[in-house]
């Protein structure tokens, strides 16, 4: 393993966070919040985050020599990993400082949630918060959303070289996604002009709705992130505009979309587009969810109202199935089979190479198509059967994989409900939480129920909960592959 190389990468990503906190300075600059008794001006917690990133980055950066043409993918896991954390460590200081967290766990949950997308909250009261806190929580969604090394690759030309190991180790389902351009700072810049594109339009999509500007960009920022970071208490439902919903509904639709699609999309090859079986059992999901939850909530309510259940269950079925975590109604009071589906919903996700979080829509299809194969084979023992999706046949190991990471999601999931378990904390809480975790979706059932609050969690397991969305995020073999001595030796 070389770590100079892990360093010196990880320091050229802290600058690359220091440059981002100007934003979040320029905020707070411009609304002078007074700071809490005992802390610090959101102001002064950004100016000393932004020259202790600098400083360390530069440290970091100077001090170790790259290396980066000769990384191998155990490099690229190991270096992934370590940004992530410290990006998130980092992150989470301002949050700290300025007291909008006033113990450092609480801090770094908030700052994982955000960078990972997951959009669990430890805040109370978060429409108190100043402005710059806000931003910063929005806008670390949205970094992350798209990912903060293949952002690197977009701007800096030096990690072009030999940077495809971190290009592959970040990008969840990242298979389907890099043959977009031959060249992978070709194919980072693509991405990211599709994704500020997606960016811009939203926003001024939402101003045209009503929204102001600084609300418009802090919810833009969550929706095309699929992240679910509001800078309000009541998430989007405080709004109760159905034109605002329609629109974070069609841009969180967006962007549980493979963004190789969006590629197809923008040069008009919607033929190629529609023929694409993740885009069509993606969308037949939503579909079919929004359907069954209409009708679900229309039996329950009192007066039978179809078209306020069909709004309710669009918005909430599409920000469960992409991971974002918006919510305008709270579904831990709908009948316990729509809950049930709600869970089911979350575990799935969207497509892969997009920026929601969760198993994926093409690894389901495979897992699907696995257990037919199996099924077959019961029947003619002797035949020999290829799971194909559309026109391509799954490599073995590719499905070694995905049956192997089913029980690994499955398998955390279940330790990390247990062990909160131990802790005191309920059942349906605690299984929802691992799930809403792990999966990087937010909002779960119970006491984290639809606004994702996880502040009634004792302090270990958020610990526990912080290690679920890394895990998550990093699609779990990044970081356990970390675990093993074999990635540490020459």
């Given amino acids: 393993m070389n770590i100079q190389a892990i360093l010196n990468v990880v320091g050229v990503l802290l600058i690359l966070l220091s440059g981002l906190l100007l934003a979040p300075l320029g905020i707070s600059m411009h609304y002078d919040h007074p700071a809490l008794e005992g802390f610090i001006s959101e102001t002064s917690a950004f100016s000393l985050t932004f ?9 970091l950066w100077k001090l170790f020599p790259s290396g980066i043409e000769k990384l191998r993918d155990r490099e690229g896991f190991a270096i992934v990993a370590s940004s992530w954390m410290a990006m998130s460590v980092f992150g989470a200081i301002p949050l700290y400082l300025t007291g909008a967290c006033p ?9 994982v949630s955000g960078f990972t997308t997951t959009g669990a909250s430890i805040l109370i009261d978060i429409d108190a918060l100043p402005h710059g806190i806000l931003f910063w929580r929005n806008l670390m969604q949205w970094v992350g959303g798209m990912g903060i090394i293949l952002l690197s690759l977009a701007i800096f030309p030096m990690l072009g070289i030999g940077s495809f190991h971190l290009f592959k180790a970040e990008i969840p389902g990242g298979a389907t996604v890099e043959q977009t351009q031959p060249r992978l700072a070709e194919t980072a810049k693509v991405l990211w002009k599709t994704y500020l594109a997606l960016t811009l339009i939203e926003i001024f999509a939402l101003r045209f709705a009503g929204l102001d500007f600084f609300d418009a960009v802090c919810h833009t920022f969550s929706t095309v992130a699929t992240g679910g970071f509001s800078p309000h208490n009541g998430s989007v439902g405080v709004f109760d505009n159905i034109y605002i919903e329609a629109i974070i509904i069609l841009f ?5 979309i493979n963004f190789a ?26 579909i079919i969810g929004i359907l069954l939850v209409t009708w679900g909530l229309t039996r329950v309510s009192p007066d039978g109202d179809a078209g306020e259940a069909f709004r309710n269950a669009a918005f909430t079925v599409v920000s469960i199935n992409t991971t974002t ?5 709270d579904f ?3 009948p316990e089979y729509l809950k049930l ?44 059967f290829h799971v194909k999706v559309g026109n391509k046949t799954i490599d073995p190991d590719d499905l070694s994989n995905v049956a192997a990471l089913t029980f690994l999601f499955l398998g955390i999931s279940a330790l990390s409900a247990m062990m909160l378990s131990f802790m005191g904390v309920d059942f349906t809480t605690a299984i929802s939480a691992s799930i809403a975790s792990l999966f990087n979706i937010g909002p779960g059932l119970g006491a984290v129920g639809a606004m994702g609050n996880y502040a009634a969690i004792p302090a270990m397991g958020k610990g526990i909960l912080i290690a679920c969305m890394l895990l998550g995020r990093l699609e779990i073999y990044g970081i356990l592959l970390l675990l093993l001595p074999i990635a540490w030796r020459k």
């Fill in 341 to 384: 589906l709600i869970l089911g919903i979350m575990m799935v996700g969207g497509c892969s190479g997009s920026t929601s979080g969760s198993f994926k829509v093409i690894r389901l299809i495979i897992l699907i198509k696995i257990i037919l194969r199996e099924l077959k084979k019961l029947v003619h023992p002797r035949a020999i």
């Fill in 332 to 334: 831990n009071l709908w």
């Fill in 261 to 286: 699609l969006h590629s197809q999309m923008v040069r008009r090859n919607f033929e190629g587009v529609f023929k694409n079986p993740e885009f069509r059992a993606y969308c037949s999901m939503l």
């Fill in 51 to 59: 020259a202790a990133g600098l400083i360390s980055g530069l440290v």
């Fill in 103 to 111: 113990d450092y766990i609480d801090a770094l949950f908030e700052s």
């Fill in 325 to 329: 975590g918006f919510v305008t109604d």
């Fill in 252 to 256: 969180m639709f967006f962007g549980g």
